[in-house]
Structure formats: C-alpha cells, structure tokens
T-cell receptor, first 111, second 117 residues
Framework: SQQGEEDPQALSIQEGENATMNCSYK?????LQWYRQNSGRGLVHLIL?????REKHSGRLRVTLDTSKKSSSLLITASRAADTASYFC???????????FGTGTRLKVLA | DAGVIQSPRHEVTEMGQEVTLRCKPI?????LFWYRQTMMRGLELLIY????????DSGMPEDRFSAKMPNASFSTLKIQPSEPRDSAVYFC???????????????FGAGSRLTVL
C-alpha cells in the first residue's frame, strides 16, 4: 500500500513560475524525503526534512512538514525547463528503514 | 564512485524464461533496496538488505521472485519463471545509515527495464 500520496498528479506551468506539490502520509515518521525522477532515469535525492523541523531550504527548493496533518509540501521557485520531471515523497514505515514512495507528481515546465 | 550500477539496462525475454538482474551498490553503503516501478502501481519496495542480510521481503510478489546479496558489493534479483505482468523497470538503491539521525538517503541506479513477451 502507498504510504505517501502526492497531489496534484500532474502540473504544467510556465518557466519562471513557482511549482507547489503536496504529499500526505499515513503513519508517524522521523523524516521525509523528496526525490526527482527525470524520464527514463533513476530517482535522485533532493532534500530531507526531519520530524522536528517545520521548514527547510535548499537552493530554489523549499520543503515544509506538518506532522499534525501528516503532510509535506515541496515548492520549486522560479522554475526552469530543466525542472521538468516527476517528484516523489518518501517516508520510512513502522520505525524501520523501509522507504515507501508516493505516487508522484509529474511536473512540466514550459519554456 | 561510479554510483549504483545495474545490469542489464534493458532485457527482453519470453514468458517462462529466467531473468537475473544485477546490482553493485556504492562501496561502504550498508543498505540495499530493490524497487519495481510500473505505471499502474508506481514504485513498489520488493526487498531490502542490511549488511547483506535480507530484512524485509514482504514486497516480493510471489515465490517466482528471489533476491540474494552474497557480499557487500553485489546483489541479484531473480525471476523464475517470468510472466508478462513482471514487465517493469527494476531499480536498485543503496544507502548508508546516517548515524543517530536514523535517516537513510537512497542513491538509485539507472534501472533495468524488463519486458516479458
């Protein structure tokens, strides 16, 4: 079963605009991670946020975590065509290192 | 480091044939994960190892699937016999547990695309 569910499933924006995608999960976690997958490639780690953090930044990425709502959001600012990819959240389940990935958000940035 | 290396990148086989997918994790990483990705089911965790020992294989779909990690630098995922519904991209990922933080950051291979006819 899916631990994380991303929303929206697909997003299309113009270059320069911001992109926001959301992730909801089901069980308690000690960290949440976001990954990017370009077409035909493996997943690449973007950012990790721990359960005692509410917000984290990395370059043009901003991640928030609300453990009371069991949700996280990923904001990409000033998007570029190269940001076109699928984005996944990943969470460990049951206090283990078993990382379950969400359904993903397909982002398309139009030049 | 060359990253996580998977082979073959593409495999086309006939139903009933045995398929073996291979993975070389990043040197020094102590966790290894096998995932399967399809349009219908997304990314599914099949099995993961810690220090070469299988920890959780609850995601392995059926007895036709088996995975081994004979040493720290090599793992295989075998499907015997293969079926058309096994067609998917299979990813291997490795990680190093980040001390007290309890967080694993996964490094993925490029994947093995399997097509079973």
């Amino acid at each position: 079963s899916q631990q994380g569910e991303e929303d929206p499933q697909a997003l299309s924006i113009q270059e320069g605009e911001n992109a926001t995608m959301n992730c909801s999960y089901k069980t308690s976690i000690n960290n949440l991670q976001w990954y990017r997958q370009n077409s035909g490639r493996g997943l690449v780690h973007l950012i990790l946020i721990r359960s005692n953090e509410r917000e984290k930044h990395s370059g043009r990425l901003r991640v928030t975590l609300d453990t009371s709502k069991k949700s996280s959001s990923l904001l990409i600012t000033a998007s570029r065509a190269a940001d076109t990819a699928s984005y996944f959240c990943a969470t460990p389940t049951g206090g283990t290192y078993k990382y379950i990935f969400g359904t993903g958000t397909r982002l398309k940035v139009l030049a | 480091d060359a990253g996580v290396i998977q082979s073959p990148r593409h495999e086309v086989t006939e139903m009933g044939q045995e398929v073996t997918l291979r993975c070389k994790p990043i040197s020094g990483h102590d966790y290894l994960f096998w995932y399967r990705q399809t349009m219908m089911r997304g990314l599914e965790l099949l099995i993961y190892f810690n220090n070469n020992v299988p920890i959780d294989d609850s995601g392995m779909p059926e007895d036709r699937f088996s995975a081994k990690m004979p040493n720290a630098s090599f793992s295989t995922l075998k499907i015997q016999p293969s079926e058309p519904r096994d067609s998917a991209v299979y990813f291997c990922a490795s990680s190093l547990l980040a001390g007290f933080s309890g967080a694993n950051v996964l490094t993925f291979g490029a994947g093995s695309r399997l097509t079973v006819l």
